[in-house]
């Protein structure tokens, strides 16, 4: 077809298509043609991509070079468009799991999931000193209940340990805001409820940091930008902060994050970037950077990432601790900046699953009305997880070259976990094919760039780009040159892979895989002003994590080793609409076998430690 116009792949029917060990579907490795740049390079690359004489042409050389034009605009598939990945509730029958009322409170629903978790003689926990686990939000509570230690007190210790962090040597630019006053503030509050004996659950004055993609009274929302905030004012709590405030819990501060999410690495040009506890040296990951680190770190037992392409997951991975995305729709997006409609959802991150769990509860409620919704409301469902070693015949889905396309230290951990789950649980694993993978990350990228120029265009009409870091102004401007035809190809592409998961679900209760195919990399001096641009170490984080988003299934990660560097290493389990209760089981399971083996990091903090 020349030059200008690539061919497009003629894809199969989906009743044609075999998603059996023994399919004939090839797998297509990401085929990333672009250099790392940062520093002056950057620079040069967005300044032609910007240029009038340059720009159109460059682009389109990109996106036929990266595959873009044969797998996804030029391609021909029967299929019609899904633009929103809403899937109707049904009823799974899952095992030992109980129905939560829809009209309870958030502090009610945290006290029904936290009948849900195992005794505390038999908590896995148990058998690790204190030193080697980060303290949970039980902890917290009975640490406050018995008076061993006030809100105030750990409040104290949080607000130095945050100056200590954000300062040098270690300048691990956890965060892009906090107001100390306002953390003491609240400390004291959940101080007096206590004295009284009154905490308003377990998540009473425990540390909780929230994402700057959230809104969040007192501070501006700013999407990691230097601009953002100047033209969408935050005017509130957003809906998962209200109920966690109901809750009692302290919200500590804003943590960093990738510029616009628009990146994988966690690397901020106006805030720093987010350095990975296990090693400063070492990325984070993106874009949920700060509160993966912060939780790593020991400030704080859990926080709250937004994942629009593996935003939680991949930097909760990279930093050895839980990340938690729920079904599309579970938790209301009300007060959250609206980058990324049809792919982003507010997710967990937390030393354990527990405590994801508990803060899941507190977080997924009935959608509010303004937030439309073709679906009824789902029923809730919480896993007994006292019960976890009951839950039996459960089937993971493996797709092994998929599986296969990651580092060798990943692909020796993350098989060793597999079979550990087997061995202890007697659980099974099926062969499958997924096809178009890469198809489907493609689809993707054009969806959640399409939907952030969208968001953004009555603003980036009126903003200096200048105020803009360098990586971000070459991500807006690929994503500026992404047609309607280009979107539209992009959510029939969502249907198919819809379609195919579907399939996959009637063999297999989840899909297991590497959360990411490479473990932190370095941070590099030339990256520190102008962010970087590295899609090959990019297209390797969110290898795994597509299907969460484009397809709005419920997904989780959990720590399971440590690559040669003593770097983590995750696992992910990606399950069916609605199957938290499922996933969190598994998850549970999983992290029952590792969990003795989990190493502290080298910028730790201790808040409840006694004097």
């Not at 296969?404 to 993350?414: A, G, L, V």
Request: charged share 20%; proline share 7%.
């Amino acid at each position: 077809m020349g030059l200008f116009r690539a061919k497009g792949v003629v894809y199969k029917p989906v009743e044609n298509v075999n998603l059996g060990p023994d399919s004939d579907e090839s797998y297509i490795k990401a085929n990333v043609k672009a250099p790392r740049m940062a520093g002056f390079l950057a620079k040069i690359f967005a300044w032609f991509l910007e240029s009038r004489i340059f720009g159109a042409f460059l682009l389109h050389i990109l996106k036929r070079n990266n595959l873009i034009h044969k797998l996804v605009t030029n391609a021909e598939l029967e299929e019609s468009p899904i633009y929103v990945p809403l899937h109707p509730f049904e009823e799974l029958n899952e095992k030992e799991v109980k129905h939560v009322n829809s009209d309870l409170s958030p502090s009610e629903q945290v006290q029904q999931a936290v009948g849900c978790l195992p005794p505390p003689s038999e908590k896995i926990v148990n058998g690790l000193k204190p030193s080697s686990r980060r303290w949970t939000i039980m902890d917290y509570s009975k640490a406050y209940s018995s008076g061993e230690i006030t809100p105030c007190k750990v409040a104290e210790r949080l607000v130095a340990a945050i100056h200590e962090s954000s300062s040098p040597p270690l300048d691990m630019a956890f965060f892009i805001n906090y107001d100390a006053e306002d953390i003491l503030r609240q400390a004291k509050e959940s101080t007096l409820r206590y004295q009284r004996g009154e905490p308003r659950s377990v998540l009473d004055g425990v540390p909780v940091a929230i994402k700057d993609e959230i809104d969040c009274s007192p501070y501006p929302t700013t999407g990691g930008t230097k601009w953002l905030h100047k033209f969408r004012p935050c005017k509130g709590d957003a809906f998962c902060i209200l109920r966690l405030r109901s809750c009692g819990a302290v919200i500590i501060g804003k943590t960093n994050m990738h510029e616009l999410g628009a990146g994988t690495s966690g690397i901020n040009p106006h805030y720093g970037a987010t350095r990975n506890p296990y090693n400063p040296g070492m990325i984070s990951g993106g874009s949920s950077s700060g509160s993966a680190a912060v939780v790593a770190a020991g400030l704080c037992p859990v926080a709250l990432g937004v994942d629009g392409g593996g935003s939680v997951r991949m930097p909760a991975a990279l930093c050895g601790v839980v990340g938690f995305k729920p079904t599309f729709g579970r938790v209301p997006h009300s007060g959250v900046l609206p980058l990324n409609w049809t792919v982003g959802m507010v997710g967990v991150l937390a030393g354990t699953i527990e405590d994801a769990f508990i803060v899941y509860a507190a977080i997924n409620g009935p959608v509010p009305s303004h937030e439309t919704s073709v679906i009824p409301p789902p029923k809730v469902y919480f896993p007994m997880l006292q019960s976890t070693n009951s839950v039996s015949d459960i089937t993971l889905a493996r797709y092994g070259e998929w599986f296969n396309d990651c580092s060798d230290d990943i692909r020796t951990c993350c098989s060793l976990a597999l079979h550990k789950l087997s061995e202890k649980y007697g659980w099974k694993t099926v062969h499958v094919t997924i096809p178009d993978i890469e198809a489907m990350r493609l689809a993707h990228y054009l969806t959640i760039g399409s939907e952030c120029t969208a968001a953004l265009s009555s603003y980036l009409e009126k903003l200096d780009i200048a105020e803009s870091g360098w990586d971000v102004r070459v991500a807006l401007s690929v994503y500026g040159a992404f047609s309607g035809e280009d979107y539209i190809k992009a959510q029939k592409l969502r249907n198919r892979q819809i379609q195919f998961h579907r399939n996959i679900f009637t063999k297999a209760d989840v899909i297991v895989t590497p959360t990411v195919g490479v473990t932190a990399y370095p941070i590099l001096n030339d990256a520190l002003q102008t962010g970087e641009l590295d899609y090959i170490n990019g297209a390797a984080l969110v290898r795994y994590q597509i299907a969460g988003n484009f397809l709005g299934l419920p997904a989780v990660t959990v720590p399971v080793g440590y690559d040669r560097k003593g770097l983590p290493i995750g696992l992910q389990f990606i399950g069916r609409p609605w199957s938290e209760p499922t996933l969190i089981h598994i998850a549970y399971a999983m992290q029952t076998l590792c969990i003795s083996e989990y190493r502290k990091p080298q910028a730790f903090y201790d808040l409840l430690k006694k004097d």
